[in-house]
């Protein structure tokens, strides 16, 4: 079939009838394979790739439509990696520092109450 720079400079219903004839091919291909009347066995990996490569040029257009919509980001600014880090520093340090489990932080406070080393 074509190289992906080929397949860039045809139109959305061009490429649609190119996915559509290669998966027919395809589904060819497979068949005269599992009949033992294939005689080049490469030519369904070739035709794999050639889909491949079909829906790989219509997703480039998918993207570069979402981001004429929404821009190059998709959506609300990121905070700052900077800002990131210093969230991730302190909710560790919160973790390392507190306890959820309410056992544990009685057994020494009420040792420490009443006196008792054990």
């Known amino acids: 079939m074509a190289k992906a720079a080929t397949l860039r400079t045809l139109s959305d219903d061009q490429l649609l009838d190119e996915l559509d004839s290669a998966k027919k091919e395809l589904f060819n291909l497979r068949f005269a394979f599992a009949t033992g009347q294939l005689d080049n066995s490469a030519q369904v990996a070739a035709t794999k790739r050639d889909i491949a490569r079909i829906h790989t040029v219509l997703r480039e257009r998918e993207i570069a439509a979402a981001d004429v919509l929404l821009g190059p980001s998709g959506g609300p600014v990121q905070d700052s990696a900077a800002d990131l880090a ?20 009685s057994a020494a406070s009420s040792a420490a109450s009443t006196g008792d080393p054990s």
């Open 86 to 105: 210093g969230a991730s520093q302190g909710s560790a340090a919160d973790l390392a520092g507190s306890s959820d489990d309410p056992e544990q932080g």
